[in-house]
């Protein structure tokens, strides 16, 4: 209880990091319904990796021109790199889906490859690698700023208001895209917004929590949600529960514990997930239909 | 094109890239017609159905609906229900309204209105009862019959269906091809893609038969009479 009391404080000098593990925990399961329904689960694995190299290749091409290295600059840089790649690696693979041509899943799995090979590269052969970067991409949710806080609470509450409001036409181009066409609603449209949609998550949170944290939140509340929900509203609402008490409990364990949060919050995540499997297990066997 | 044809398909090509299924496909579906499309496996029954639908673009030739009281024709169209994946957790209810994003626009709520002439088309098809069952669950004619119901909330001026019977037990396919015949006698033109001949037979008015990568049309009773059967069983297979 001490621990809770204290985080919760509102002068608790790590608060922002609280408040940016609940909107990863908030943002990243809802936009994870979508990944799990669109069966983007190994595009949810390689794009925040893309994520950090985008992160990585502007921080080295910062350091390539010359341009000298201040804390202001350093949010926004790492935003643009992170967006810039996570968005061109999705629209890339749409693009390659669409041609239907070659292996889905190779071209996901080298892209994954690449991605994780050359950030750690690129941040090795960067004097300023060692300075935060490594520890950003590890998952330790220690400094976060205001600024930083603003900017990805600004962009989780864009990313919200088009789950929000769009919901609807998400859900039919999802769900049957020739519907859809016979419908003559824009369906390359909609889809773009939803892969900007996931894009920009990914980009937020792998910057905020790092890339193994970011596809944790993303994939397995939903996939716990999943299992026992009965309708799609059930299975947002509990997604987003399952992310925000476990980033919530998560940072209260690793504070308490001292340890990194990031993976902490991930382990947390898989224990969700077990229980929830062994739950369905016991209904299974306790159903009366069991040996109808 | 003659006043009472509703689609007419002129000297039209389908296929995917540069791959051309069907060539030179000419064909001119009446008001209140009751059409079967028959042909093959790989003949290009659905790609035809999908082009006329928008689906997939012509490689060439030309598709024209009359205009129905001066605008476009609504279509209304339901697909093989195996197309759907089963990790949407949807109910039959919200797979019906879903006709509604037609004319409700995007990032508004749908309207009460919407959602009872959804309900009102689950009575249509007599699943009124299936309606808070999750679709994914449901058995294939029951899914069909959804499907239909969909298909007729969103108010269509032409009905196409891809296979409704396929795989369906006797019982099904009663059940699905009588809540055809009754949408049909209240006035809607239905083109439908199957291969059951005892069905077509004894619902549809005319058949489009693809073979050879051509469309032959005509009456039922000429095109599938035993004799003509057989000489277009005889081009097919060159016997």
């Known amino acids: 209880m001490e621990t809770f009391r204290e985080i919760l404080d509102p002068g608790f000098l790590l608060r922002n990091s609280v408040y940016v593990g609940l909107l990863v925990g908030l943002a990243c399961p809802l936009v994870g319904t979508y990944v799990i329904m669109r069966r983007w689960i190994f595009t949810g694995v390689a794009l925040p990796q893309v994520s950090s190299l985008g992160i990585a290749f502007a921080f080295a091409l910062h350091t390539w021109l010359g341009i000298s290295h201040f804390e202001g600059s350093e949010q926004g840089l790492a935003l643009a790199g992170s967006v810039t790649a996570t968005i061109l690696a999705i629209l890339l693979l749409a693009f390659m889906e669409r041609r239907g041509k070659g292996i889905v899943e190779g071209r996901i799995g080298t892209l994954y490859a690449l991605g994780g090979a050359w950030s750690v590269l690129l941040l090795l052969k960067n004097p300023y690698g060692e300075h935060g970067l490594l520890d950003r991409l590890k998952g330790e949710i220690i400094a976060v700023s205001d600024s930083d806080l603003i900017i990805s609470g600004s962009a989780f509450a864009v990313v919200l208001l088009l789950l929000f409001f769009f919901h609807k036409e998400l859900l039919l181009v999802s769900f049957d895209r020739e519907m859809a066409i016979t419908l003559k609603k824009n369906v390359l449209l909609w889809d773009i917004i939803l892969y900007l949609i996931v894009g920009i998550t990914i980009s937020v949170a792998v910057l905020s929590v790092g890339p193994l944290v970011t596809f944790g939140f993303l994939i397995i509340p939903a996939l716990a949600a999943h299992s026992i929900s009965r309708s799609m509203r059930q299975f947002a609402i509990i997604s987003a529960t399952i992310g925000l008490l476990t980033a919530f409990f998560g940072f209260a364990l690793a504070y308490k514990y001292d340890l990194p949060v990031g993976p902490t919050d991930v382990a947390l995540l898989g224990v969700i997930l077990a229980l929830v499997f062994l739950g369905n297990q016991l209904k299974g066997l306790l159903s009366p239909n069991r040996n109808a | ?239």
């Open chain 2, 1 to 239: 094109m003659s006043d009472q044809s509703f689609l007419t398909l002129t000297d039209l090509s389908v296929g995917y890239g540069r791959k051309v299924i069907l060539s030179g496909v000419n064909v001119e579906l009446e008001m209140r017609s009751f059409t079967a499309l028959l042909g093959p496996n790989g003949s290009g029954k659905s790609t035809l159905l999908k082009t006329i639908l928008g689906i997939t673009p012509p490689l060439a030739g030309k598709i024209r609906f009359s205009p129905i009281q001066g605008r476009e024709p609504v279509l209304g169209y339901v697909p093989q229900r195996e197309a759907f994946d089963t990790t949407f957790l949807l109910s039959s209810f919200e797979v019906v309204v879903m006709a509604a994003c037609g004319r409700v626009g995007a990032g508004r709520r749908i309207p009460k209105a919407e959602k009872q002439r959804a309900r009102e088309c689950l009575a249509q098809t007599g699943t009124s009862d299936l309606a808070a069952r999750r679709f994914s669950e449901l058995s294939g004619g029951q899914k069909q019959r959804v499907l239909i119901a969909r298909a007729l909330a969103t108010k269509p001026d032409f009905l196409l269906l891809d296979e409704p019977t396929s795989g369906l037990d006797a019982g099904a396919v009663q059940l699905v091809m009588d809540v055809l015949k009754t949408v049909h006698s209240a006035g809607l033109p239905i083109l439908m893609v199957n291969h059951d001949l005892p069905v077509v037979r004894r619902y549809a008015q005319t058949v489009i038969w693809l073979h050879n990568g051509e469309a032959l049309q005509g009456p039922v009773a000429d095109l599938l009479s035993r004799d003509r059967i057989e000489e277009v069983l005889k081009i097919e297979t060159g016997a």
